[in-house]
């Protein structure tokens, strides 16, 4: 795109109520922060999975395919990032119910400047970079949760990275919930049978949220297990042309992303209730959606928990108590193995996470 045309793009969004600084309300688009771990394999089982690069899930059902996702280097000029899916299980028998969907949830008090259900309402435009093994066709929809309303579009993916723009029309039914529940869904649907196929398919208009009507026309990502799926550069602004995207810096979209998923900082204190039990409190970094659930990492659940200074041998954590946690930190009931020290009730507890701060998991996804 030509500078003049930008120029254009960015004072028509302009003109129309968006463009500026903090356009892009997609958390992460450019893929760079991947807090679980950089790839996980196996996906596919039924439900939804965050899983590698933050604020994206994935949500399957009833299809044997199977795929890996990770964080990849292949990207567009100007990005160093991409998520990539890469089918390793085909599935090519595809059952009416079946579906995988990548998506991104957007808290609707982060898009109350839509004006969505009113007469003021504006339009928005979705942009992304995909690419892949071979030709294909996916959809992309915008869900709106509270009013059971959605605009679709197919796009194309070729084994070169192409730059996707689709432009969706003001929607003057329907105001959006001011909350910090999920009000927008950006979906891009990847396989799906015949309950999301069977319907119409209109491109860019807004109507009532119909299965059927989801997935019209795709192609199947599970049809083989050559395939793969590349996505970056997500944004989604309101405008009636989407403009460049908005980078930022990293320390900002890992701030974004701890609202919804973070660890336990190491450094916590506390004290031990039992040779195997310790209380610790924490503020953490960024202040998140809601209160967290807490799971342990399945891939490293060792620790080192001091005692008055002394250190103990690294120790298993196998539960963890969120009774007393808020959105912003509070305290946390740790169950660890047995330790060589023996900590004593009311000794002083120091969590460290053993150089590596991926133990206890936080989070409150939408």
Known sequence: ?????????????????????????????????????????????????????DRFYTYANGTAGRFTMTQDSSAPDGFANSLKLDCTTADTSIAAAEQLVLAQVIEGQNLQHLNKGTSSALPVAVSFYVKGNASATYMCALIDNDNSRMSTKQFSVTTDWTRITIN??????????????????LNFYLHAGSNLTGGTYTASTWGASTDANRAVGISSFFDSTDRTFFLTGVQLEVGQNATEFEHEPLERTLAKCQRYFQ?????????????????????????????????INPNDNTVNIFRMGISVNPCTVSAVDASYLSPSGGATGITVSATSSTPSSGDVALYDTNGDSEVVFLASEL
């Open 1 to 53: 795109m030509s500078k003049a045309a930008e120029l254009a793009n960015l004072i028509g969004n302009i003109n129309a109520g968006g463009g500026g600084v903090n356009r892009n309300v997609i958390i992460n688009g450019a893929m760079n922060v991947a807090q679980r771990g950089t790839s996980t394999t196996g996906l596919g089982a039924n439900g939804a999975n965050y899983s590698t690069v």
């Open 168 to 185: 969706v029309p003001a929607d003057t039914t329907g105001a959006l919930d001011d909350d910090n529940a999920g009000s927008f869904n």
């Open 263 to 295: 660890y336990l900082p190491s450094g916590a204190v506390g004290r031990w209730n039992s040779s195997t039990e310790c209380e610790v409190g924490a503020n953490f970094p960024s202040v998140m959606r809601a209160t967290p659930s807490t799971s």
